[in-house]
């Protein structure tokens, strides 16, 4: 499962951060790694993370690297984020007809 990535991407507290400097627009790695206390290496291995699980997109300008949101990731995830944890008349509890979710009517 895709999301399943990207929740395990961002359990990480630094690369949350990451994510939260690049809502405010595209930045050189150089500017990433400023705010941390890490090596390049590192910061490269928490870059790969977030692009593979789609939140992130990169491009190569000379020797630096460039890094942004995939803005159609984001939303993607939104989506699936509120699709889980909204009721609906499709809950997983409802089609299993259990006490699971007595109170899933309740739940909103």
């Not at 627009?25 to 490269?44: K, R």
């Not at 020797?63 to 989506?79: G, M, R, V």
């Not at 944890?85 to 007595?102: F, M, R, V, W």
């Amino acid at each position: 499962m895709e999301n399943a990535k990207v929740f395990k991407a961002l359990g990480d507290p630094k690369r949350a951060m990451i994510v939260d400097m690049l809502s405010c627009g595209e930045l050189c790695a150089c500017m990433i790694l400023e705010q941390f206390d890490m090596s390049q290496s590192t910061l490269s291995h928490h870059m790969k993370l977030l692009r593979e699980c789609g939140l992130v997109k990169a491009r190569e300008e000379g020797k630096w690297t460039y890094y942004s949101l995939d803005w159609e990731a984001i939303q993607n995830t939104k989506q699936f984020l509120c699709s889980i944890t909204s009721n609906k008349e499709d809950c997983i509890c409802k089609n299993h007809k259990s006490a699971l979710c007595e109170g899933c009517d309740q739940n909103v």
